[in-house]
Nanobody, 124 residues
Framework: QVQLVESGGGLVQAGGSLRLSCAAS????????MAWFRQAPGKEREFVSG????????GYADPVKGRFTISRDNAKNMVFLQMNSLKPEDTAVYYC?????????????????WGQGTQVTVSS
């Protein structure tokens, strides 16, 4: 049974940092793209960042470019999201996802497995 478990969320002041982790189990995902999405209250879920199977290619949504960094550890079946210079508008539930292929895309339909999410709240 495939399972993705996010951790690392919490409450932080604006300008602070958090590091999200996502642990995958059930099978190896070293050949699959992975990504982070987020959903703020009253809004649709949106792409935040993606990483290719090898980690050699990464992408970011415009609002987080220069502040967030995605990485992965294939040996541990994990993906991470380092979030710096957090803003109140980053407040959301953050989800990790496993892609259907080796390269990341920004659409939800290109992802096969999803975690339950971790809450990130940034206070002003």
């Amino acid at each position: 049974q495939v399972q993705l478990v996010e951790s690392g969320g919490g409450l932080v002041q604006a300008g602070g940092s958090l590091r999200l982790s996502c642990a995958a189990s059930g099978r190896t995902f070293s050949a699959d793209a992975m990504a982070w999405f987020r959903q703020a209250p009253g809004k649709e879920r949106e792409f935040v960042s993606g990483i290719s199977w090898s980690g050699g290619s990464t992408g970011y949504a415009d609002p987080v470019k220069g502040r967030f960094t995605i990485s992965r550890d294939n040996a541990k079946n994990m993906v991470f999201l380092q979030m710096n210079s957090l803003k109140p508008e980053d407040t959301a539930v953050y989800y990790c996802a496993v892609g259907l292929g080796s390269y990341y895309y920004t659409r939800e339909r290109d992802y096969e497995y999803w975690g339950q999410g971790t809450q990130v709240t940034v206070s002003s």
